[in-house]
C-alpha cells in the first residue's frame, strides 16, 4: 500500500529562519513520482515540485529546497530565509510513474507558521 | 500549465439537498479528478473522471453519492447528493497536463452543509 507521512503537524518559526518539512513514504511500486503542494490560506492548491524515483538529485529553486533520499524513503523540503508568505499548509505528496490515471495519495500536511 | 475554474466558489446549502460543482479547463485535458478536503484533513480523491465513460471511484465513495458528469474533454460535474452536516468540504478538482508532469488543481468549492 502506499503512504505519506508528515509527522510535523504545525511549525511555527520566525521571519529568515530556515525550516525543513519532513515527509516520509511508503510504496511497493519501484517507480513512482514525490510531490509537494503549498495550499495558502486562500485555499487554492499550489504546486511546487514533481520527483520521480529515478533522480535523487538534490533541487533548488530561489529560497526552496528539496533533499530525495531513497535509502530512507524520505522527501523532505527546506525554505530557506523564510518570510510571512510562506505561511500555509504544505502538502508532501505520491503517485506512480507509468499510469496515465494516477491516484495522488497525500500525506496529512503540515501546517507553517512564519511570525514576522 | 492548465487554468482550472469552479464554480460555485462557495455555497451554503440545508441538509438533504444536492448541489453539483462545475469544474471548466481552458484546455483539452483526458483525465479529471475530483478531490475532498474535510476541514483540517488531507485531501483524499473521490473519483476519477474520463471523458465518454464511467467515472472511476474510489473506496468509500459510490455513484448515488457523489454523480459526476464528463461531456467533454474540458468540462466536468460532480455533485453532492442527500448533503450531511458531513459532507462540508472544500472539493477540488484537478486535471493531468499534457505532457502527464503533474496534476494541476481548481480554486476548490467550499461547502458547508446546515
Known amino acids: 500500500a502506499q503512504k505519506v507521512t508528515q509527522a510535523q503537524t504545525e511549525i511555527s518559526v520566525v521571519e529568515k529562519e530556515d525550516v525543513t518539512l519532513d515527509c516520509v513514504y511508503e510504496?511497493?511500486?519501484?517507480?513512482?513520482?514525490l510531490f509537494w503542494y503549498k495550499q495558502p490560506p486562500s485555499g487554492e492548491l499550489v504546486f511546487l515540485i514533481r520527483r520521480n524515483s529515478f533522480d535523487e538529485q538534490n533541487e533548488i529553486s530561489g529560497r526552496y529546497s528539496w533533499n530525495f533520499q531513497k535509502s530512507t524513503s524520505s522527501f523532505n523540503f527546506t525554505i530557506t530565509a523564510s518570510q510571512v508568505v510562506d505561511s500555509a499548509v504544505y502538502f508532501c505528496?505520491?503517485?506512480?510513474?507509468?499510469?496515465?490515471?494516477?491516484?495522488?495519495?497525500f500525506g496529512s500536511g503540515t501546517r507553517l507558521s512564519i511570525r514576522p | 500549465s492548465a487554468v482550472i475554474s469552479q464554480k460555485p466558489s462557495r455555497d451554503i446549502c440545508q441538509r438533504g439537498t444536492s448541489l453539483t460543482i462545475q469544474c471548466q479547463v481552458d484546455s483539452q485535458v483526458t483525465m479529471m479528478f475530483w478531490y475532498r478536503q474535510q476541514p483540517g484533513q488531507s485531501l483524499t480523491l473521490i473519483a476519477t473522471a474520463n471523458q465518454g465513460s464511467e467515472a472511476t471511484y474510489e473506496s468509500g465513495f459510490v455513484i448515488d453519492k457523489f454523480p459526476i458528469s464528463r461531456p467533454n474533454l474540458t468540462f466536468s460535474t460532480l455533485t453532492v447528493s442527500n448533503m450531511s452536516p458531513e459532507d462540508s468540504s472544500i472539493y477540488l478538482c484537478s486535471v493531468e497536463d499534457r505532457n502527464q508532469e503533474t496534476q494541476y488543481f481548481g480554486p476548490g468549492t467550499r461547502l458547508l452543509v446546515l
Open positions: 510504496t511497493r511500486d519501484t517507480t513512482y513520482y
Open positions: 505528496a505520491l503517485s506512480g510513474l507509468y499510469s496515465s490515471a494516477s491516484k495522488i495519495i
